[in-house]
Every structure is written in C-alpha cells, then in structure tokens.
C-alpha cells in the first residue's frame, strides 16, 4: 500500500489529454513538501519530468504540466503522442516517515 | 553531465549480503544526496534510503533500517548500498539516483541505470 495514491492506469487516443491524480496526506503533499513526476518508459530508468509541482526540467515538452491542490497533485499530458506510453510516478517527501515517498505508478496505455 | 554507473547484476543466496556500488562522474559531492530506490519485477517504486556526503549523514526508510547500509566516498564520488539477511522479496532492480540538494525534499535528478539483484536458492 503506497503513501501516496494513484489510479493504476490511464489511458487516451492519439492527440487527447489525459489526467493522473496523485493523493496524499497532512504529512506530505498537504504539509506543501514539493511534488515530483517520473516517467518509465518501458525497459528504462525513470526520468524526471515534473519537479516542485509545476516546474518541467529543461527538455521536457510543455505538453506535459503538473498542478498542486492541498493534499492532492495531478499531471496533465496533452496531445497524447504513442511514446508517451510508459508508467508514470508521483513523489514527494513524508515528515511522519521522515523519508521520500512514492505513489503506486499510474501506466498509461495511447490507444 | 552527471553520469551514474552502477555495477553488476548479482545472484545471491537468501540469508546472504548483496553490495551495489554507484560511481557518479560529473557529480560534486558537496551539493548532492545520494539516494537507492529498488523495483521489485513488475511493481512500482520504494525508496530505500540516502546518504548526504558533506554532512556524513544516512537515512532510511522504516521498513529497512537495520537491513541496509548506504555509504558514499567523497574522495571517489562512489556511493554503495548493501542489504543484509537477503530474503526473496529483496528480488529487485536498484537504483542509484542523485538529489541535486542535501535537502531530504529535493528532486531525484538524475538516475543510474539500475542493478538487478535476485535471490535465489
């Protein structure tokens, strides 16, 4: 059972915009400890793709975006693209654990 | 550019002790944490723990404290994370990843290609 949650998998045609919900507590996301996204794309190691909530390190497409809402994140990706099918992370950092947290992933299927 | 290297694969008897070792070129280690975040086959990511270099400072997660040592060199920008009492849930990819902060809330910058340990009899 993961601190953090997310919806187990996603999905969405060619050129639509998908959301992935992330939700945590008082001691994490809510406490406003910044929000990171990764990206696995299948056989490789994650990449970061949204840091601090909203921030996209450089040579991220601005097709992907992060938001925050008290205790909850979300990652929006839009014009979905084929290669964008992978799994997709949210963590943060838990003052109760004192220690980074992961959400359960989310895969994202293109149709 | 940061590059993290990871040694090899390893198959390893349960009750036994693994030892990955990171090399992270490019990196300084005066600014940086270094954490390992393992996968178990087919399930999501956990972290294991970090160890921040300029201050000499580890932590880990609850679950594995007692089990797991991380340790960096300065001198060498080498980072090693071993596991004992290796049990066959401890079957995973593990990774070496660097903060760009000492910061415990920092980014996961940048990661190294993973190292797969499997136990088995």
């Known amino acids: 059972q993961s601190v953090l949650t997310q919806p187990p998998s996603v999905s969405g045609a060619p050129g639509q915009r998908v959301t992935i919900s992330c939700t945590g507590s008082n001691s994490n996301i809510g406490a406003r400890y910044g929000v990171q996204w990764y990206q696995q794309l299948p056989g490789t190691a994650p990449k970061l793709l949204i840091d601090g909530d909203s921030n996209r390190p450089s040579g991220v497409p601005d097709r992907f975006s992060g938001s925050r809402s008290g205790a909850s994140a979300s990652l929006a990706i839009s014009g979905l693209q084929a290669e964008d099918e992978g799994d997709y992370y949210c963590q943060s950092y838990d003052s109760s654990l004192s220690g980074s947290v992961f959400g359960g992933g989310t895969k994202l299927t293109v149709l | ?121």
């Open chain 2, 1 to 121: 550019q940061v590059q993290l290297v990871q040694s090899g694969a390893e198959v390893k008897k349960p009750g036994s002790s693994v030892k990955v070792s990171c090399e992270a070129s490019g990196a300084s280690f005066s600014s940086c944490a270094l954490n390992w975040v393992r996968q178990a086959p087919g399930q999501g990511l956990e972290w294991m723990g970090r160890f921040v270099p300029v201050l000499g400072l580890a932590e880990y997660a609850h679950n594995l404290k007692g089990r797991v040592t991380i340790t960096a060199d300065k001198s060498t920008t080498l980072a090693y994370m071993e596991v004992n009492s290796l049990r066959y849930e401890d079957t995973a990819l593990y990774y070496c990843v660097l903060q760009d902060d000492v910061l415990p809330a920092a980014r996961f910058v940048h990661w190294g290609p993973g190292t797969l340990v499997t136990v088995s009899s």
